[in-house]
């Protein structure tokens, strides 16, 4: 029952919620799995877990298993320890997107201004980049539409740029899983038909340098990694040239690339003017994310 000045008498007090204090104790659990001690052991065992967690041995069990069914933390069929598991990460990384995409959109904008050029956010899916963010240049042909749509990574600059950080190792067994993947993987038409692959080849005769291998693909990393942005000349698509440049989490761990696209006859005498404003705007961008600023 609620008095008229808005009240409740002690009849009517709203009762405490029955589960948070269950939901409290998972989360705890959670927590502990996520410590330094865990992480570096890969994983703890319930009786680990039960001592840290002050609870008992068999209740703790019972928790974890359950946890597991839900993906929220796996455990390891040799150790029998647990970890984080997928489900927890999944979770992670889609509002991390979300977050991304929301303070990403001044930014791109900006970019679009200063280039009035198409703008786009992208990240890293295996072996592919997958746009999440679009800002359209003005002019009638700006290309297509790309939120959604993946594309092979190692032929694109925003690819590049997102696995520029890696150890070589990494980036050896990374490029041989993906290094032979589709230019284009979604609802668009692939851009890198025959036809396109011939002139790829006729400029590569050229002099031209372009990623063939892993080992002209370490030689383009090291590039970006000294110059802060990645780009490209009519190798993803006859006609087209694009650079990008990456953005940072809080530990300088490179989460994205802001990537602009044009045609040749446009931006094509102004590829380093556009990498190094899509160079800074990413990391005013990355600040924002709680990147460290450089100095």
């Known amino acids: 029952m609620t008095a008229f000045n808005g009240t409740e008498t002690g009849a009517a007090k709203a009762a405490p919620r029955r589960n948070s204090a269950g939901l409290r104790r998972d989360l705890e659990l959670l927590e502990i799995l996520g410590s330094p001690e865990a992480e570096s052991a890969g994983g703890l065992g319930v009786l680990r877990v039960a001592q840290l967690a002050g609870r008992d041995k068999g209740l703790v069990s019972r928790t974890l298993a359950t946890l597991a069914e839900v993906g929220l933390v796996s455990r390891d069929d040799a ?49 592919s980049v997958l746009t999440l963010a679009s800002e359209l240049s003005e002019y009638a042909f700006r290309g297509l539409g790309w939120e959604g749509v993946s594309t092979a990574a190692w032929r694109t600059s925003s690819g590049r740029v997102l696995v520029s950080d890696w150890a070589e190792d990494d980036l050896r067994r990374w490029y041989e899983a993906h290094g032979h993947d589709e230019p284009v993987v979604g609802p668009v038409t692939p851009l890198l038909m025959r036809s396109d692959m011939a002139h790829a080849n006729s400029r590569e005769s050229q002099g031209v340098p372009l990623v063939t291998g892993f080992a002209s693909l370490l030689n383009e990393v090291a590039h970006i990694r000294q110059r802060g942005y990645a780009t490209v000349d009519e190798e993803f698509e006859k006609g087209v040239v694009g650079v990008s440049a990456p953005v940072f989490d809080f530990r300088r761990n490179i989460i994205a690339a802001i990537n602009v696209s044009a045609p040749k006859t446009r ?12 160079a800074r705007v990413a990391g005013e961008l990355s600040v924002q ?7």
Do not use: D, F, I, K
């Not at 994310?289 to 100095?295: D, M, S, V």
């Open 79 to 127: 150790t029998q320890n647990y970890r984080l598991g997928y489900q927890l990460y999944a979770l992670a990384a889609r509002t991390l997107e979300s977050r991304l995409v929301r303070a990403s959109v001044p930014y791109l904008r900006r970019v679009v201004t200063a280039t009035h050029e198409t703008t786009h956010l992208c990240v890293l899916r295996g072996g």
């Open 267 to 278: 931006l094509g005498t102004h590829l380093n003017e556009a990498g190094m404003l899509a």
């Open 289 to 295: 994310l709680g990147a460290p600023e450089q100095t």
